[in-house]
Every structure is written in C-alpha cells, then in structure tokens.
C-alpha cells in the first residue's frame, strides 16, 4: 500500500540555523511530490513539488527540497529560518493518473529565540 | 476570486444531530476533496470528487455522505454526529491529484 512517513513528528531549531525535514514515501512509481504548511489556526499552503526533472526544487519562503529516487526520500531544507517559519509541514505524494493525494502525519517546527 | 470557502468557521452539534459544511470554490477545479485533521493524525481523506456526479470514498468515510450536483460545491453531510467527529474539517480543490491542492480555512467541529 502507499504510504508517506515523516519520521519526526516535533523539532525544535534556533532562529538562523539550518533545517531539514524528512520525508519517505513508498509508492510503485516515481510519484509527485509535495511539501505543505500550516500556520496555526490556517490551512495548508503548498510550499514546493516536484514532477520530474531537477532533483532539486525551490519554493516559496526561502525553502527547497530534494528528491532521491534511490532512498525514496524528498527531504525539505531551509539554510537559515526565521520565527515566522514555526508551522506544522506536511509531505503529500500522487502518483501519476490516480485520484488521490496522500498525505503524512506532519511535524510541527518550533523555533527557539 | 475568493479561493475556496468554507463555512461555518465553528459548530458545535449535540450527539445524534445533523449538518452539513458548506465548501465552494470558484477557480473551475474538477477534483475536490475533503479531509479531517486530528492531533497526531495528519490530514485524514474522507471523500472526494473527480467531477460534478463524481464521488467516491477516502480513508475515513462512514458516518459522512456527499454528493457535486455542480463543479464548483461539495457539501460534506454528517448525518448522526458522534463526539468521535470532532475535528477539523477542510475541503480542497485542484484540477487533479497531481496538480496543487487550493486549501479552505477550515471548519471547527464539535461534537458534545
């Protein structure tokens, strides 16, 4: 069966380091990929995806995100973040011609001062 | 364009009532979606929608019903609340699950 796992469900950063975020997905396929955030009391906003092509993505807020076919990871980063980061982030995978998005549990980033 | 709406923002229902959360969205997606959130659960699907006269069932859809008379509504129906549907609801829409998922503000449910 699919799945997604974010392995990490709390992390806790200082402001100006540096962050990554895992996620590992099980599907048959090269699968689209995804990385949501959700600052409190919001929905979900999609931060950056990946298709195909450049195994490196950038997306919004400074972050990016890089696919490894051979670890079946596409892990987020951010070299520096910032108070305003402090979100839960959530991974999403599809698979090509299906009907559903499946999403992981999330980690919920807390930045120290 | 406002995106996608929901409503009500808050509910709180008494076991056994019913109700229905309004979602709508105004950017022409055929896929809708809707999902509940629950603390250390992530986003759970309930139901979905290809199209209008399109649904189908997610990972959690007992105790839910829908229907997309058109392509821009997707009310969620529940039709005899229990406390254990107390959660989050959001509704999202894209023009498939391979494009980005537009996300509502979401709806607050309790069930008492």
């Known amino acids: 069966a699919q799945s997604v796992t974010q392995p990490d469900i709390h992390i806790t950063v200082s402001e100006g380091a540096s962050l990554e975020l895992r996620c590992n997905y099980s599907y048959g396929a090269t699968p689209y990929l995804f990385w949501y955030v959700q600052s409190p009391g919001q929905g979900l906003q999609l931060l950056l995806k990946y298709f195909s092509g450049d195994t490196l993505v950038q997306g919004i807020k400074g972050f990016e995100a890089e696919f490894k076919r051979s670890q079946s990871s596409f892990n987020l980063r951010k070299p520096s973040v910032h108070w305003s980061d402090a979100a839960e982030y959530f991974c999403?995978?599809?698979?090509?011609?299906?009907?559903?998005?499946?999403f992981g549990k999330g980690t919920r980033l807390h930045i120290l001062p | 364009n406002a995106g996608v709406t929901q409503t009500p923002k808050f509910q709180v229902l008494k076991t056994g009532q019913s109700m229905t959360l309004q979602c709508a969205q105004d950017m022409n997606h055929e896929y809708m979606s809707w999902y509940r959130q629950d603390p250390g659960m992530g986003l759970r699907l309930i139901h979905y929608s290809v199209g209008a006269g399109i649904t189908d069932q997610g990972e959690v859809p007992n105790g839910y019903n829908v229907s997309r008379s058109t392509t821009e509504d997707f009310p969620l129906r529940l039709l005899s609340a229990a406390p254990s549907q107390t959660s989050v609801y959001f509704c999202a829409s894209s023009y498939s699950p391979n494009y980005e998922q537009y996300f509502g503000p979401g709806t607050r449910l309790t069930v008492t």
């Open positions: 999403a995978v599809a698979r090509h011609r299906d009907d559903k998005i499946i």
